[in-house]
């Protein structure tokens, strides 16, 4: 099993990002799949998820500003960033699971959101 998130950055506040996760290993298609997030001396928070029918679920401070979605052709699930604050800083993991059993989280990718 594994997962391989892309797409972090340096952006300034009010600009956008990216993320991709590439997944192998698993039944994809089947997986409900989930973005995580760890800031500096805080502990992982959960931040989207998205079923296996597409419908997908989001943290309250995220929702209208990020977007799930996946490609189960490609395996990959991606996070659309728009409108990031610096609050958004931390480093982004994708994983297996919805908001309460999230797990098997890759590496993850840097996110910094400033000016």
């Known amino acids: 099993l594994q997962l391989v998130e892309s797409g972090g950055g340096l952006v300034q506040p009010g600009g956008s990002l990216r993320l991709s996760c590439a997944a192998s290993g698993f039944t994809f298609s089947s997986s409900t799949l989930s973005w995580a997030r760890q800031a500096p001396g805080k502990g992982l928070e959960w931040v989207s998820g998205i079923y296996s029918d597409g419908s997908t679920d989001y943290l309250e401070s995220t929702k209208g500003r990020f977007t799930i979605s996946r490609d189960n052709a490609k395996n990959t699930v991606y996070l659309q960033m728009n409108s990031l604050k610096a609050d958004d800083t931390a480093v982004y993991y994708c994983?297996?699971?919805?908001?309460?059993?999230?797990?098997?989280w890759g590496q993850g990718t840097q996110v910094t959101v400033s000016s």
């Open positions: 994983g297996i699971g919805g908001r309460v059993d999230f797990h098997s």
